[in-house]
């Protein structure tokens, strides 16, 4: 029989976070990198814990050289072959500790996945990438992963609920990635009707997976630095992002001059763009859960990436933080109407 839940759901625009004493004197107070020790790995990760998504456009090589050199991390697509990875461990040894290499679940995705660690063997993060991560394949592919890198951090995901995440977690993962939805240029929420509001989803499932000493990654839904702090001060470990980190020169793709304005494509990777990119296109037995747009072409991430920290840290000092990892203690939230005043349109 159907069921509702009556719980109101919110998402980050529903919220303000409220501001707090504080003795700090200065945002360069604020000590942003964090110290995290994974459950199953064991391994320890010191860095700024926001990440770019392992989308095509935006999870690139160029993106974790620039990003790393600011301790911020990368999930890297999945479509680089072992040899690039190799080439690019000889020119970046140094980023290796703020990247995770991509993988899906299919029998070639393995393959691929074994011949990129066994030809970097540095690399000590590996995503597991689903749109769907309630499927019982997926939880053995993640069994099967850890045993076959029993060393190496595991990444899984996506799921917003409290009970596939300990089942994650359980099944061998270190970081679930949450977000079903959220994302700029995802459809998922249109074409089935599926999803669950993000910082309610991220609140719920941060604490599901710190109860068995597990991460989470709050994955989507920001687009600007203020959605960053709501997704930490709601629990998350990490923030991952696509949209805020696009159309920059370090992702993939040509910028094009349209109408006397630069710009730069960037989609979704369930977007027929990226099926017909990568598997020849749209299978009769799916839809395109995705959409392809064209975003202003940016520069530099350079800027982009001060931007991200200086609210982070300014959102800190607000509520009276001193390291990012004090942000959710610290945390109260206010719900809202209006966020801004849109008397001169949206931010530039």
Known sequence: MPN???????????????????????????????????RNSKRTYKGIPVMASNMDTVGTFEMARALSKHGLFTTVHKYYSAEEWKEFA???????????????????????????????????????????GYSQ?????????????????????????????????????????????????????MKTGVGYPQLSAVIE?????????????????????????????????????????????????????????????FYGMSSSTAMEKHVG?????RSSEGKTVEVPYRGEVEKTVLDLLGGLRSACTYVGASRLRELPRRATFIRCTQQLNPMYGPPS
């Open 4 to 38: 509702i839940i009556n719980d109101i759901k919110l998402d980050f625009k529903d919220v303000l976070l409220r501001p707090k004493r504080s003795t700090l004197k200065s945002r360069s107070d604020v000590d942003l990198f964090r110290e995290i020790t994974f």
């Open 90 to 132: 000889k020119e970046n040894p140094d980023c290796l500790g703020n990247v995770a290499a991509t993988s899906g679940t299919s029998a070639g995705d393995f393959e691929r996945l074994l011949s990129v660690v066994n030809a970097v063997p540095e690399i000590s993060f590996i995503c597991l990438d689903v749109a769907n």
């Open 137 to 189: 394949h997926f939880v053995e592919f993640v069994r099967k992963v850890r045993g076959q890198f029993p060393d190496h951090t595991i990444i899984a995901g996506n799921v917003v609920t409290g009970e596939m995440v300990e089942e994650l977690i359980l099944s061998g993962a270190d970081i679930i990635k949450v977000g079903i939805g959220p994302g700029s240029v995802c459809t998922t929420r």
């Open 205 to 265: 499932c941060a604490d599901a997976a710190h109860g068995l000493k597990g991460h989470i990654i709050s994955d989507g839904g920001c687009s600007c630095p203020g959605d960053l702090a709501k997704a930490f001060g709601a629990g998350a470990d990490f923030v991952m992002a696509g949209g805020i980190f696009a159309g920059h020169d370090e992702c993939s793709g040509e910028v094009i001059e349209k109408n006397g304005k630069k710009v730069k494509l």
């Open 281 to 285: 296109g749209v299978a009769e037995y």
